[in-house]
């Protein structure tokens, strides 16, 4: 995600890179290295949401809803359900169809008493009906803006980030993975847009219509998404390398249409560019959806800001940032806060890259060294102290370092590696993680094997004082 005011500050030094990781690290490694607290998910895994938002009032800021969670035990003798729901009032709850009536909602905890308790592999069907005004905060949230109304996956204050439980009842973390069915109930002439496709609109004949929206792969709840509004779409079609086509959609305010060519006149030659570099396009759609607030990669449904569609290049880079994220977040997710820079510093690396693919090394050279200057100069600064990437602290989550540096130290990877060892690796490391999440280890294991040396990349890249060399 990028909040546009981010990009008026800017950016350090290798100097403490992974300095803290390195007490987090030990002899074996994998995902239990990444920094977080417990979770829920370590109890239940979510399958799939069905979301049904029955009434959206725009005028008085409130959704009435219910969500049905199928979710999987990962432990033996469990007797109570525990999900997120942030401040709505729960108005009933059900467990395989029976109702339960002495469930607790202290927001954000709804904690579902279970009469038979759960053992691994056990799974349950959970309703949960709801009501309110629901959270947001400056930025992330479920936010109304007029007649329209829409999510952002993540709060930049929130702590813990995550904002699924804004608008629905969930396992909320970058872990859990599940499928999505959202079915959004709107009066005419409005249009609900989320990710995947749009199966089915279904004419209530009482002036509503019902929109249901289905999304093929596994997402983590920050990256589901609803816009809801009087919007139109801009279609059109994307080859992939597959031979696949694959539906493009923009949908943007109607008196915005006329802008889109204009401000997307390159996102076929910036896929094509990603898919060069990184692979196939790993979604059934490319989506974008204009809102007041942005811009957040949710899940084939971008949420981007009304004034980035202007009719022109100049956010351009936001854009292709946010697509990459359907590559570095989306499809291979940071297993937590602390490793956010597996999202947001390849989201960054990305900007220069789309510029070279379409502009040339040169653009991306000029790019790069702007960013490494304001790296070292500010982002020490703006953070408030030389920061290592990984296990940042939450504050600072969505900060320079892990944007810009992340960004830097990705571009030095590639200049360490060259281009014929550093993008086979990457490309294994989305395979390897595909539809999962990955710590800043698992990247490191991933790219170990191209290492140009037998020192390898944590001696000379992610140590203190390590040696690196400008492109
Ligand atoms: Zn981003």
Redesign the pocket.
Known sequence: ??NLTFFSLVVLSFSTLFVQAQHQHHAKCGHKQSFERSLLSDTLDALSYEIHLNEINTSFKTIDAYTIVNLMSKVDNLDEIKLELLDLTVDGVFVDNQPIADFEHNSPWLVIPLSTPMNTGDEAEVRVEYHGEPFYEGWGGFHFSGSYAFNLGVGFVSDPHNLGKAWFPCIDDFKDRAFYEIFVTLDEPKKAVCGGTLLEVVNNGNGTNTYHWKLENDIPTYLASVAIGEYENVPSVFESMTGEDIPIGIYVKPNDTSKVAGSFANLIPILDAFESYFGPYPWERVGYVSTAKGAM?HATNIAYPHSSINGNLSNEWLFA??LS?MYF?DLVTCGSAGDMWL??GW?VFCELMYREGIYGVDEYREEYRDKHFNVLHKAHIIDDGYLALYGIPAEYTYGETVYQKGCIVTHTLRNYMGDDLFFPAVKAYLETYQSNYASSWDLRDALQPNMPTQTGLKSHLWMPNGKWKPM
């Open positions: 995600m990028k990669e940032h946010e994220h977040g999202n947001e989201a």
